[in-house]
């Protein structure tokens, strides 16, 4: 078979896994791939790719062992033991003693596999704190592409082979033991475990955790191709808090992207995020689906401009939507204030909840934005939802290609209702000060008459006190 045709017929076996089984594997390196695929051809005595894609047509079942093949879950507790001490003695503490007390620490395990990496780090800030702590400030999130290996790390059930490398010690204080199958069993302990959320995730494709204190993932990168390993690697940036640590395996390094991470320790592959991303690594965290990828794809310049005008350092809720008014972006603010998630992309905005809050500004149609692509804002708009009013100043920006040609717009909202109200109650206060001013030019203009006519009086008197002295005087 010609090096060709075997490219060829590997290329459609990973086609059909994607798209029929969906089951994406082309984010893996080519090499890794087609040894573990040869790996498990052979326990199948299947020479070509071409007759194990008609077996896994027969037998869409095959695909489970044929992922416990390429997602090799290996992992053992306290793995390169010295990396372990290091960010013991080094790391951890310096992470604790940044916190408030009482401040929680947040962590990632991606790539959990089995999970003794993920109860490794629980065992360390259990040490770390004291079990009252732990339980009180830790949180910890464990990830896996594998649901298979996600059971067993949710299980937390370990042989003696497993846990080879642990001392007795933290053996017993952290492992209950359990006689299982015929054979001797030791069981994360509950309260340890209780602190882990387990779930399915995939680095490549979906949404990076956020505010995350210590990142661990450990010997996943490497068997990932270059380009999806930078986008990962973007991710990790941005699911880090600004002082966040990336801790990860012997043979992997960031040494293509010095400029988001700063290196702690080249020995242990621990790194320290840093703070100047670029406008195009922006654009590798936005998460997607398989469904949906190539109808959100645009190019490179028009998704730049895009998340130019709409995400860049924002603290306010923004969106941005093409010219056929359909939601492309929405920022984590927006997404809470108007209720979007990941399936409204790609909506028209008129059949979303932000669409009762745009037909009050007539927001439907870029004829003005095209014959006078220039930004405008309304102020204040009123939102009724729930009972309560909402006034927000609305900005709208034309979103354009380098040659000035329009993609969309860009739409942020400023809740100004504190101030709105004030303004109001500003307005009522001066009109009250207004009428109170009247009422008392009024009183000054009655209180002048009656002064005036008591000085007449006074006058009048005067003149009759001087008659009757002067009749006195000729008396």
């Known amino acids: 078979m010609s090096q060709l045709k075997s490219k060829q017929e590997f290329e459609a076996l990973l086609n059909y896994l994607n798209e029929d089984l969906g089951c994406d594997l082309t984010v893996y390196k080519r090499p890794s791939l087609v040894r573990r695929f040869e790996h498990r051809m052979q326990e199948l005595e299947i020479g070509d790719y071409t007759d194990y894609l008609e077996y896994l047509k027969n037998h869409p079942q095959e695909c489970v062992p044929l992922l416990n093949t390429i997602l090799i879950n290996f992992s053992s507790f306290f793995r390169d033991r010295d990396s372990w001490d290091y960010l013991a003695n080094a790391i951890i503490p310096e992470i604790i003693t940044s916190k408030q007390p009482g401040e929680q620490i947040r962590v990632w395990s991606a790539g959990c596999a089995s999970g003794q990496e993920t109860y490794t780090i629980a065992i360390l800030l259990a040490e770390m704190l004291g079990i009252d702590q732990y339980l009180e400030r830790v949180q910890i999130f464990a990830t896996d592409v594998d649901k298979d290996a996600l059971l067993q790390a949710h299980r937390g059930s370990y042989n003696e082979l497993e846990i080879v490398g642990i001392d007795d010690k933290i053996l ?34 979906d949404a990076p955790m956020s505010k995350i204190d210590l990142l661990v993932c450990r010997n996943v990168l490497i068997y990932l191709n270059s380009e999806i390993q930078a986008g990962v690697i973007v991710r990790f940036h941005f699911a880090l808090n600004d002082n966040g640590v990336l801790f990860l395996g012997s043979a992997e390094s960031l040494l293509n992207s010095q400029n988001i991470f700063n290196l702690i320790s080249i020995k242990h592959r621990i790194f320290a995020k840093a703070y100047n991303l670029t406008l195009q690594q922006h654009l590798l965290i936005r998460p997607t689906t398989r469904q949906k990828k190539k109808a959100m794809m645009n190019t490179l310049t028009d998704e730049t401009q895009i998340w130019k005008t709409a995400f860049l350092a924002s603290a306010f809720p923004q969106i ?28 028209r905005v008129q059949e979303l909840k932000i669409g009762r809050l745009l037909l009050l500004i007539n927001f439907w149609s870029f004829n003005e934005l095209k014959c006078n692509p220039r930004s405008t804002s309304f102020k204040p708009v009123e939102w009724v939802t729930d009972g309560n009013k909402i006034y927000f100043d609305i900005y709208i920006t034309p979103i354009l290609t380098q040659s000035g040609a329009i993609l969309g717009a860009n739409l942020t909202f400023i809740n100004v209702t504190s101030y709105t109200e004030l303004q109001h109650e500003i307005k009522c206060s001066n009109s009250e000060i207004t009428k109170l001013t009247q009422k008392l030019q009024l009183v000054k203009v009655v209180l002048n008459t009656t002064i005036n006519q008591l000085e007449s009086t006074q006058q009048e008197l005067d003149s009759a006190y001087q008659e009757i002295d002067f009749r006195n005087e000729l008396l």
């Not at 882990?196 to 995730?201: A, E, K, L, N, Y």
């Open 172 to 205: 017993s204080k952290y492992f209950d033991k359990k006689f299982e199958n015929n054979e001797q069993r030791y069981i994360i302990n509950s309260k340890l475990r209780r602190k882990i959320i387990f779930g399915r995730h995939d680095l490549a494709l």
């Open 320 to 347: 941005a939507v093409d010219c056929k008014s359909r939601l492309l972006l929405a920022n984590e603010q927006a997404q809470t204030l108007f209720g979007l998630n990941n399936s409204d992309l790609l909506k």
